[in-house]
């Protein structure tokens, strides 16, 4: 027989039930907490992110690791704009700046170049909540040097560098170097009706065949650029005569053909190519 429990008993046994639950959640929240931590510290360390925080006067109230050996002369307490800017007011390309001016955004991005090195960073500030840190802002610093360089010489289709990078690296490299070579301009003859014919999207997939045939079969001392369309230009190297680069190059059209044949059987290609040796 059972008894059944008492208004009493069942209070007592409600409220501990409560407070077991209370606890292992407060664990539970606790370990999420922790792992959440971890995961934005692995994050930060994997992107290299560069930041530190101002209050709402300018002045650097945390700095991080990465910061600070970027910036070893700043110290707390400092105003931004004077030892990072060196500037005497607020910098002309100040991301807080930008939220200050842009009334119900918690968030600004600008990119800034710098004459001092000659590279470019993106600043982005974010305005923090918190109740410890109301009024502040997180900045981070990031160099997009590199992303810029590639966005502005590189052929975004095929990956091979245009005309401008194609032009500089050339000078370099045949002034650098005691190798015999040849300039070769290639083109697909009707690549319009190709397009038409097939599609666009055959076309580019064309254009990018013959890029990374032209990347595989080029070495170190060699160049290959898309200059627009179906247009490229590569720079190759021969030994004792120009005719070896022709052959090189014939070797790359076959093998485009033969890459396209099997899916578009009806598909005429016939390419051109001029060749110029340089002295």
């Given at each position: 027989?059972?008894?059944?429990?008492t208004y009493s008993?069942?209070?007592?046994?409600?409220?501990v039930?409560?407070m077991?639950?209370?606890?292992?959640?407060?664990i539970?929240?606790?370990?999420?907490?922790?792992?959440?931590t971890?995961?934005n510290s692995?994050?930060?360390?994997?992107?290299?992110?560069?930041y530190?925080?101002v209050?709402?006067?300018y002045?650097?109230?945390?700095?991080?690791?990465s910061?600070?050996?970027i910036?070893p002369?700043?110290?707390?307490?400092?105003?931004?704009?004077e030892?990072i800017?060196?500037?005497?007011?607020?910098?002309?390309?100040?991301?807080i700046?930008g939220i200050?001016?842009?009334?119900g955004h918690n968030?600004?991005s600008?990119?800034t170049?710098?004459?001092?090195d000659g590279?470019w960073?993106?600043l982005s500030?974010?305005?923090?909540?918190?109740?410890?840190n109301?009024?502040r802002?997180?900045?981070c610093?990031?160099?997009v040097?590199g992303?810029?360089?590639r966005?502005?010489y590189t052929?975004q289709?095929?990956?091979?560098?245009n005309?401008?990078?194609f032009?500089?690296?050339?000078?370099?490299v045949?002034?650098?170097?005691?190798?015999?070579?040849?300039?070769a301009f290639?083109?697909i003859?009707?690549?319009s009706?190709l397009?038409?014919?097939?599609g666009y999207?055959t076309?580019?997939?064309?254009?990018?065949?013959?890029?990374?045939?032209?990347?595989a079969?080029?070495n170190?001392?060699?160049?290959?650029a898309?200059i627009?369309?179906?247009?490229f230009?590569?720079?190759l190297t021969?030994r004792?005569d120009?005719?070896?680069?022709a052959?090189r190059?014939?070797g790359i059209f076959?093998?485009?053909?033969?890459l396209?044949?099997?899916e578009?059987?009806?598909?005429?290609?016939?390419?051109m190519c001029?060749?110029?040796g340089?002295r």
């Amino acid at each position: 027989n059972f008894k059944p429990w008492t208004y009493s008993e069942t209070a007592a046994l409600t409220s501990v039930t409560r407070m077991i639950a209370s606890y292992f959640f407060k664990i539970r929240s606790l370990r999420e907490l922790e792992c959440e931590t971890e995961y934005n510290s692995a994050a930060m360390k994997a992107q290299n992110s560069n930041y530190y925080v101002v209050d709402d006067e300018y002045r650097i109230v945390y700095l991080s690791e990465s910061i600070k050996n970027i910036y070893p002369q700043l110290n707390l307490g400092e105003q931004c704009f004077e030892t990072i800017g060196k500037c005497r007011h607020q910098c002309d390309a100040c991301p807080i700046k930008g939220i200050q001016n842009n009334g119900g955004h918690n968030s600004y991005s600008i990119e800034t170049y710098s004459e001092d090195d000659g590279r470019w960073r993106l600043l982005s500030a974010i305005t923090l909540e918190e109740k410890h840190n109301k009024g502040r802002y997180l900045v981070c610093i990031a160099d997009v040097t590199g992303f810029l360089t590639r966005v502005k010489y590189t052929d975004q289709l095929t990956g091979l560098m245009n005309y401008d990078r194609f032009v500089a690296n050339a000078v370099r490299v045949t002034s650098r170097d005691n190798d015999n070579f040849v300039v070769a301009f290639l083109g697909i003859c009707g690549f319009s009706q190709l397009n038409d014919e097939f599609g666009y999207s055959t076309g580019d997939r064309i254009l990018r065949k013959l890029a990374g045939q032209l990347t595989a079969a080029t070495n170190e001392n060699e160049l290959a650029a898309r200059i627009k369309g179906d247009d490229f230009l590569v720079l190759l190297t021969y030994r004792k005569d120009i005719s070896e680069a022709a052959v090189r190059i014939n070797g790359i059209f076959g093998m485009i053909s033969r890459l396209m044949k099997p899916e578009y059987p009806g598909m005429q290609l016939d390419f051109m190519c001029g060749l110029y040796g340089l002295r």
